[in-house]
């Protein structure tokens, strides 16, 4: 894992640079810096932690475990010590289990079972995801690993090959290409055990359909947004609209966590401010190529159902006012193209809204990957006790509360995929999960806690003209946590919020 760690420092640029290239970003578009963070900067922190994770043979202290009162255990896996609580300020992610905390359960019944070779197909949006699957199922569930790469993002394979050489070099990986012959190929293949797919529900259930075969899988969601009405002020609206649109926009909107359905109170007084300050939002948002395969046709598709939808600002969609029982579309299909849709809900108070967006979100909107919640501070203390039945009855499998849930997946410590308990027969967002370097037992969610508001831009903010800058210094603190690197990270982004303001 060091080694691979030296070779990654090495070649992070090069990493960002060649994805940026291949989804039609210019070398000097600040957006390369959404390369760095969602490639190298991920991957250093996974190769970090489970090098952490292994020395201490799957049980690495977790920061803090608190019992609810029905006797689970939530587990507070983020920040980790002084260095990133001082960096990620007021974040946080917790893991809620299914009974008593444990760990390393599965680590430790992976000698016990004959050896296994597991299929990764790899996903073609975000760099990272075919590394982290990778060395989630080779060092936590102890699987040799064939890893075929999608062929919308193969241009990373040979990257990914110098990064991953001792792995190679010592038979436990391999990486192969091709399109859908080669995969099938592979699924079929008498010496794979199980399969591990990030994709569609159609490919998971064309290949399990043809092959009676172990599977693991994240499929993707149409992501809800759960604003809770509140006296948000001015500069807080327009904070808000501004974190949605960015969050929206990541990667092109070709995100399985991208936001897609605001759900929203109808009598709530700022909501039409709320909308016209989103909708200057996705206005001001930088212009790109949508890069991903068919991401033009379904913006098209959308256009075409919705004549309400305002596409001015190609590739960004809002739809507002979605009438969920004549329109249900949105609510059922994944966009993947950069698309916020407004679904308005009767609720005579916050916690009234909160019981209903809730059962809204669980029923009618297809997915149970993640789902996001922006709420005020003086709601959240006045409504407590609905707030904390929300994060209870929620089933998602990351939430995040004024925090966008894509970051509990960079975090790596927390498990990505779906709700438990989803089957074959209604797949939803997929079963089994990822990434966990806590190596929890029995995960059931994970909540991320973020500020309502922030005096700093966040990275992930939109029209960053610095965003290169903090990238890298974020992938280094990541390579070498220190408070050298600390004040680096700090220089930048009080350099990136300045530059912001002007």
């Known amino acids: 894992i060091e080694t691979c760690r030296q070779a990654l420092n090495r070649l992070s640029s090069r990493w960002a640079n060649t994805a940026a290239l291949a989804k039609g970003l210019a070398e000097d578009s600040p957006l390369v810096g959404e390369e760095w963070m969602l490639g190298p900067l991920i991957v250093a922190r996974a190769l970090r932690l489970l090098e952490r994770a292994l020395l201490a043979r799957g049980r690495p202290f977790p920061v803090y475990i608190h019992r609810r009162i029905d006797g689970t255990d939530i587990v507070r896996v983020f920040p980790d010590g002084f260095l990133e609580t001082a960096l990620w300020l007021g974040m946080s992610a917790d893991v809620w289990v299914r009974g008593k905390t444990t760990q390393g359960r599965e680590y430790q019944e992976s000698f016990e079972v004959e050896p296994r070779v597991s299929l990764v197909l790899g996903a073609g949006n975000v760099s990272s995801i075919v590394a982290t699957d990778m060395l989630h199922k080779l060092f936590v569930e102890n699987q040799v690993v064939l890893l075929k790469m999608n062929p919308v993002n193969e241009y990373l394979g040979p990257i990914l090959e110098e990064v991953f050489y001792p792995l190679i070099r010592d038979g436990f990986l391999r990486i192969v290409y091709g399109g859908a012959d080669i995969g099938q190929a592979a699924c079929a293949h008498p010496d794979v ?4 797919i990030t994709g569609s529900e159609r490919t998971f259930e064309a290949i399990h359909a043809s092959v009676d075969k172990p599977m693991t899988a994240e499929l993707g969601c149409v992501s809800p947004v759960l604003v809770v009405p509140g006296p948000w002020t001015s500069r807080e609206i327009k904070f808000q609209a501004t974190h949605l649109a960015g969050i929206m926009a990541m990667n092109a909107g070709c995100n399985c966590v991208a936001p897609q359905v605001i759900l929203m109170a109808r009598g709530w007084r700022e909501r039409e401010a709320f909308l016209g300050a989103l909708r200057q939002a996705i206005a001001e948002l930088p212009q790109r190529e949508a890069y991903y395969p068919g991401a033009g ?18 590739p960004w969609t809002f739809i507002p006012d979605v009438d969920p029982d004549t329109q249900p579309m949105v609510l059922q299909e994944e966009a993947f193209c950069g698309l916020l849709a407004e679904v308005s809900l009767e609720a005579e108070s916050p916690d009234d809204f909160l019981d209903r967006a809730v059962d809204f979100a669980n029923q009618r909107v297809w997915g149970n990957l993640s789902a996001t919640m922006l709420i005020h501070t003086q709601t959240e203390r006045t409504f407590e006790q609905a707030f904390h039945r929300a994060l209870a009855d929620l089933e998602y499998g990351t939430i995040g509360i004024n925090l966008w849930p894509g970051v509990g997946f960079g975090l790596m410590g927390p498990p990505w995929g779906a709700y ?36 700093y831009l966040p990275p992930w903010f939109p029209n960053n003209p610095k965003l290169v800058k903090t990238a890298e210094v974020l992938t280094q603190f990541e390579f070498e ?21 002007h």
């Open 193 to 196: 055990d199980t399969i591990h």
């Open 297 to 314: 046709q379904r913006r098209e598709k959308f256009l075409a159902t919705y004549p309400q939808a305002v596409g001015d600002y190609p």
């Open 420 to 455: 438990p308990d989803n089957t074959v027969d209604d797949i939803q967002s997929g079963v089994g999960h990822v990434h966990n370097l806590f190596f929890l037992d029995n995960p059931e969610k994970t909540v991320l806690r973020g500020p309502f508001t922030t005096p």
């Open 481 to 501: 946590p220190s408070l050298a690197n600390l004040a680096r990270v700090h220089r930048a982004i009080l350099k990136q919020t300045l530059a912001r303001k």
